[in-house]
């Protein structure tokens, strides 16, 4: 099954801010996101990508801007499945305000039973994510092979929930799991299960480029045991 490349958003004008832009409309990028935004073509370079699937908010489709404009083949693909948990009134919020609020505490600790006030649960965001890399994964497998790689541009809860998912986490440990902007995620799906082939990655991803021999980071169909001899 497919391989999937997920990428966060660039640091935007929010993260600054120290704002939950949640989603709130007009949140681009700041000038450091923009500059993050500029190098993902390099970073990418020489990996294969049928379609980049991205979250609907600004900040998402800004730092895709420059990877499609470097691949004009690349078909972008809009899903609001994978856009951002809807914060509902603490949207917009500062976090150090939200610091105190009683379900913060929840947040943070049992993540499951968390629900926003006028938005949704954290429970409803998880599945619906997972429901749109389930159907993107057989999307682009039924149209491009079984060694596809594809590309979601999404945001930190969104990408964190996936990693939980694909790691048999409860939803109560996905704060456990970090994510920086424009940082690159990598879960190949097999058919037996999901492996965890990047975390986070702020840096160079050229071991996830194919080689001829058709290896390369992620490109394993079974654990490795004793962990396997890494990147050529």
Not at 18 to 45: C, F, I, M, S, Y
Not at 68 to 77: K, N, S, T, W
Not at 79 to 97: A, F, Q
Request: proline share 6%; with cysteine; charged share 25%.
């Amino acid at each position: 099954m497919p391989t999937l490349i997920l990428v966060r958003h660039g640091r935007s004008t929010a993260n600054t801010a120290g704002v939950l832009a949640g989603r709130t409309p007009a949140v681009a990028l700041d000038e450091r996101g923009a500059a993050q935004a500029a190098a993902l073509p390099a970073r990418l370079a020489g990996i294969p990508l049928a379609v980049a699937v991205t979250s609907p908010l600004q900040r998402c489709r800004e730092t895709l801007g420059p990877l499609v404009d470097a691949r004009p083949g690349l078909r972008l693909e809009n899903d609001e499945r994978i856009t951002e948990c809807d914060y509902g009134d603490w949207s917009g919020r500062k976090l150090g305000e939200l610091a105190d609020e009683p379900l913060m505490e929840v947040v943070q600790q049992h993540p499951s039973a968390a629900a926003f006030p006028g938005g949704e649960s954290m429970r409803e965001m998880q599945a619906r994510a997972v429901a749109a890399v389930r159907d993107w994964n057989a999307r682009v497998e039924e149209t491009s092979g079984a060694e596809v790689t594809y590309l979601m541009c999404s945001h930190g809860d969104i990408i964190k929930s996936l990693v939980a998912d694909a790691l048999g986490m409860h939803l109560d440990l996905f704060q456990r799991i970090s994510v920086e902007p424009c940082s690159v995620t990598v879960i190949r799906y097999t058919r037996l299960r999901p492996y965890l082939v990047r975390l986070g990655d702020t840096g160079d991803l050229a071991s996830l480029v194919p080689r001829e021999d058709g290896g390369g980071a992620g490109s394993e169909r079974d654990a490795a045991i004793g962990g396997g001899a890494g990147a050529a």
